[in-house]
Nanobody, 115 residues
Framework: QVQLVESGGGLVQPGGSLRLSCAASGFPFNLAVMRWHRQAPGKERELVASITNDGGSTNYADSVKGRFTISRDNAKNTVYLQMSSLKPEDTAVYYC????????WGQGTQVTVSS
């Protein structure tokens, strides 16, 4: 039973920081590519960042490059998204995504960037 549980979202002022966590279970986490996506109201879900199974390679959307960092701790079966210099445009529900022969999604965690 694959399970992905996001946490760490909240309200932050522009320029602030948050760290999101995704706790994973039910699959060999150390073999899995993991991604973070986000969906803002009225917009399509978009890819934010991805990381290979060993953490050796990462990719980011242009809109978050230099501000967000994806990482993972395979001993803890957890993937993280460190977000800094947050902008109001970053406001969205952030979802953890397991990439296999099919996609698995967490329930999402709300990030609101507002003054």
């Amino acid at each position: 039973q694959v399970q992905l549980v996001e946490s760490g979202g909240g309200l932050v002022q522009p320029g602030g920081s948050l760290r999101l966590s995704c706790a994973a279970s039910g699959f060999p986490f150390n073999l899995a590519v993991m991604r973070w996506h986000r969906q803002a109201p009225g917009k399509e879900r978009e890819l934010v960042a991805s990381i290979t199974n060993d953490g050796g390679s990462t990719n980011y959307a242009d809109s978050v490059k230099g501000r967000f960092t994806i990482s993972r701790d395979n001993a803890k079966n957890t993937v993280y998204l460190q977000m800094s210099s947050l902008k109001p445009e970053d406001t969205a529900v952030y979802y953890c995504n397991l990439v296999t022969y099919r996609n698995y999604w967490g329930q999402g965690t709300q990030v609101t960037v507002s003054s």
